[in-house]
T-cell receptor, first 111, second 114 residues
Framework: DQQVKQNSPSLSVQEGRISILNCDYTNSMFDYFLWYKKYPAEGPTFLIS?????DKNEDGRFTVFLNKSAKHLSLHIVPSQPGDSAVYFC??????????FGKGTRLHILP | DGGITQSPKYLFRKEGQNVTLSCEQN?????MYWYRQDPGQGLRLIYYSQIVNDFQKGDIAEGYSVSREKKESFPLTVTSAQKNPTAFYLCASSMGGDISYEQYFGPGTRLTVT
């Protein structure tokens, strides 16, 4: 039973365009959401987060949108750059012992 | 410079042997975590510790044990009771146990048990 779903295993985007990564969740108890980026052979690095009391959080080129009624969040990267090519994990939490990660989406930025 | 170290990067063991994975951080973080990642899967929480001498089970704690005798160190032992120990193991730390604190991850240890 996947509580956090990233339905697109991979995504290819032209450099300079917008990358949109999606994440759906099923547990309405989740109150904090995070995005991590992972390069091969490295640990994930934190990108951006959002609390359930907000619907948008922006940090430079990265914006996360939360739609609580749809139990959906998305990460927008604009403009996309070659260094953005990585695997992106969505995570949802209802406390320190309840952190669920999605399976990840591999983003390819095309030249 | 500060960070989280995990050693070794690759580890090979025979079935039936216990093995301990090291995780050290010099970030002065209170909370530490162990995750497991299998191919095509998300990260799953094994154990976490919010303070020294205290730790809690995560979603998949069976077959694993941990200790937190020092703030800087959170070793994970994969016991022979763990049915499918071959995986990529990630350690993380954060300033506090609240999830709003950013988690910093180590580079991971890939364990292969044959």
């Amino acid at each position: 039973d996947q509580q956090v779903k990233q339905n697109s295993p991979s995504l290819s985007v032209q450099e300079g365009r917008i990358s949109i990564l999606n994440c759906d969740y099923t547990n309405s108890m989740f109150d904090y959401f995070l995005w991590y980026k992972k390069y091969p052979a490295e640990g994930p690095t934190f990108l951006i987060s959002i609390s359930s009391i907000k619907d948008k959080n922006e940090d430079g080129r990265f914006t996360v949108f939360l739609n609580k009624s749809a139990k959906h969040l998305s990460l927008h990267i604009v403009p996309s750059q070659p260094g953005d090519s990585a695997v992106y994990f969505c995570a949802a939490s209802a406390g320190p012992d309840k952190i669920i990660f999605g399976k990840g989406t591999r983003l390819h930025i095309l030249p | 410079d500060g960070g989280i170290t995990q050693s070794p990067k690759y580890l090979f063991r025979k079935e039936g042997q216990n093995v301990t994975l090291s995780c050290e951080q010099n970030l002065n973080h209170d909370a530490m975590y162990w995750y497991r990642q299998d191919p095509g899967q998300g990260l799953r929480l094994i154990y976490y510790s919010q303070i020294v001498n205290d730790f809690q089970k995560g979603d998949i704690a069976e077959g694993y044990s941990v200790s937190r005798e020092k703030k800087e160190s959170f070793p994970l032992t994969v016991t022979s009771a763990q049915k499918n120990p071959t995986a990529f193991y990630l350690c993380a730390s954060s300033m506090g146990g609240d999830i709003s604190y950013e988690q910093y991850f180590g580079p991971g240890t890939r364990l292969t048990v044959t």
